[in-house]
């Protein structure tokens, strides 16, 4: 029988992944930091890898909106790396 993987929603599409293959971002210290492991505790938001959800990030702030809470310098190192990586 095979295991069946979470579903998450990208908070920018809005469309539904698995959650293995979103980025994760939680809250820390008032701050959106971003969460590689996927377990850090606390109330957590998902970014698909789309270019377009990747600027929304950045420009929108979707994550702060998201999560209620200020977006850090981490998040926007994240992103670049992450878009740098697609590229």
């Given amino acids: 029988m095979v295991k069946r993987q979470p579903l998450r929603m990208c908070v920018c599409c809005r469309e539904r992944d698995e959650q ?11 701050e959106v930091v971003p969460d590689p492991t996927g377990r850090a505790p606390g109330r957590g938001a998902y970014v698909c ?30 992103i670049v790396a992450l878009q740098r990586v697609k590229e």
Avoid: H, T, W
């Avoid at 293995?20 to 008032?30: A, E, I």
């Fill in 49 to 78: 890898s789309k270019p377009e959800c990747l600027q929304a990030v950045l420009k929108k702030k979707r994550l702060s909106q998201a999560l209620k809470a200020g977006q850090g310098e981490a998040v926007e190192k994240a």
């Fill in 20 to 30: 293995r293959n979103l980025m994760r971002f939680v809250v820390s210290n008032g």
